[in-house]
C-alpha cells in the first residue's frame, strides 16, 4: 500500500492557474502509473490525467487537454498536475492515486485500476 498526500488547491479566478502536489511514501513510487482525478458535487469521480510510472506516457480526458500537464518526479516520490486556463467548470475535490498493478504497459485511466488514494484537494475557479 502506498499513502499520499495531496497539496496546491484554492480558489483562483477563471483563467488562472494552480499547481497541485501528490507526495507518495510507502513502496517503490518510480514502478506504478499514478493518475488524477476529480469529483464536482453531486457527480460521479471521473478521470483527469495520468503518467507512466517511467514518466515517458501520459493521458488526458478530453476536457483538460491543452490546459492540465501531468509530470512526476520520481527522485522526489511525487507527482504534479499543473492547471491553466482554469475553468469554473474545473471546480472539484482532486484525487491522486496509485496503480494496483506495477509496470503497466498501458497507462490506466478508469477507477478500477487505481489502488491508493489520496484524501483530495479543493479547487474552486470563480468566474
Known amino acids: 500500500q502506498v499513502q499520499l498526500v495531496e497539496s496546491g488547491g484554492g480558489l483562483v479566478q477563471a483563467g488562472g492557474s494552480l499547481r497541485l502536489s501528490c507526495a507518495a511514501s510507502?513502496?517503490?513510487?518510480?514502478?506504478?502509473?499514478m493518475g488524477w482525478f476529480r469529483q464536482a458535487p453531486g457527480k460521479e469521480r471521473e478521470f483527469v490525467a495520468a503518467?507512466?510510472?517511467?514518466?515517458?506516457?501520459?493521458n488526458y480526458a478530453d476536457s483538460v487537454k491543452g490546459r492540465f500537464t501531468i509530470s512526476r518526479d520520481n527522485a522526489k516520490n511525487t507527482v504534479y498536475l499543473q492547471m491553466n486556463s482554469l475553468k469554473p467548470e474545473d471546480t472539484a475535490v482532486y484525487y491522486c492515486?496509485?496503480?494496483?498493478?506495477?509496470?503497466?504497459?498501458?497507462?490506466?485511466?478508469?477507477?478500477?485500476?487505481?489502488?491508493?488514494w489520496g484524501q483530495g484537494t479543493q479547487v474552486t475557479v470563480s468566474s
Open positions: 503518467i507512466s510510472w517511467s514518466g515517458r506516457s501520459t
Open positions: 492515486a496509485a496503480d494496483r498493478q506495477p509496470r503497466r504497459v498501458v497507462v490506466a485511466t478508469t477507477r478500477p485500476q487505481y489502488g491508493s
Open positions: 510507502g513502496r517503490t513510487f518510480s514502478s506504478y502509473t
